[in-house]
């Protein structure tokens, strides 16, 4: 499973912050790791730091499973952490369901 983390012109991209979103994907997503293909992870900040509201932080996860077209689920929260953790919730879900009713569990 290869992980690919993009972020925008308002989110420090770091080795640290790569290495953070592999951990948590992989954590999460882990266990589907021969039904997908690749994980990409974009991390976008919604507002400028003037102008933050709280939960401007935005983390969406696509997913490529193997054979089948791309899905993604996406939150938004006060930090990349917990919106990635969320989206990774979500994206886990959805694989779930795929995966079981393809009687892959």
Known sequence: MHV???TDSRTPGSADLDQSVRTIVE?????????ITRVEVHLMDE??????TGNDKRALIEVRPRGLDPIS??????????ALRSAADK???QLDTITGKLGRR
Not at 27 to 35: I, Q, T, V
Not at 47 to 52: Q, V
Not at 73 to 82: I, K, L, M, N, P
């Open 27 to 35: 954590s999460k997503l882990g266990r589907f790791a021969e039904f």
């Open 47 to 52: 507002n400028s730091p003037a102008r933050s």
């Open 73 to 82: 689920a996406s939150d938004h929260a006060a930090s990349y952490d917990t």
């Open 4 to 6: 690919q983390v993009n």
């Open 91 to 93: 994206m886990r879900t």
